[in-house]
């Protein structure tokens, strides 16, 4: 029913899975579930939400739901237009006004970069936290001459499963954090590409791309940091607007996390942030 649109990365092993628009529709309704926008009547027997969604004439798709008998309250029914066949009819028959669209922005510095203002990071949930998410070919390169923190890199590489994984990045984060000099040349790296991602906001306001923080319930700017110097970001930083004034990048997302946040809002109109990017 919706309007065209690629739902799924080319670089996926599943290219047709859909993984965006399920990652679309579950934040939506919990977007939706917190701004109290799911409508239930249980009178007519009827639960519905806007999906945020449009056809190929710009009609507002509906999910909805009838009651259930089992753990669940609600059983998924159809997807529908308002008035169109029998669930359209009976989404108008039940609530009026329909139910209505997630809102995210509040003011227009949701939607751009102030360069003018200043931007911190944090370096610690950046490069310790999350260097999971950061290029292996990054973190070759810039551990060179830490034995013990290549060895760990080496393990996270070869590891035979989550376990064995998520043990080798807690040995790399040891390594790292022990290490003064690796971690002041990480961070002299992050900040490079921070410079850099900038000077291209300042040369295009679209390379900050706005987008839905889940896990905060707040609005976000995502910058591309290009780490391995091969002219396409590698991970994107998650910038938040504090009430001082001053930005501050929160963390980093790795690129397929940086789209399924930014779709939330609408489909990227990105050069960086797209369905062909690579995948890290």
Known sequence: MALAEKWGFEADDEPKSNSILKSYLTYTFYRLQAEGKVLENRERGIAAFNTGLVDATYEAIYACFSPSNMEQPWRFEAFCKAGSRMWGKKLVASFEPLPQRASYVEKK??????????????????????????????????????????????????????????????????????????????????????????????????????????????????????????????????VELMESGAYIGQTILTMKMAYNNARLICRPDSDWLNTSLRLS
């Open 109 to 238: 510095d949701d939607l751009l970069f102030d360069g003018s203002r200043t931007l911190q990071r944090d370096v610690d949930h950046i490069l310790l936290d999350n260097i999971d998410r950061l290029p292996q070919a990054f973190l070759a390169e810039e551990l060179r001459g830490a034995d013990d923190a290549i060895e760990a890199l080496d393990k996270t590489m070869h590891a035979e499963d989550d376990t064995s994984r998520r043990a080798a990045y807690d040995e790399l984060r040891e390594a790292v954090e022990d290490n003064v000099r690796i971690k002041r040349r990480l961070i002299n790296r992050l900040d490079d590409a921070i410079e850099l991602a900038q000077k291209r906001v300042e040369w295009n306001f679209k390379t900050a791309v706005p987008a839905f923080y889940p896990t905060k319930n707040t609005m976000s700017l995502l910058l591309p940091l290009d780490l391995t110097e091969n002219e396409q970001p590698d991970v994107a930083l998650v």
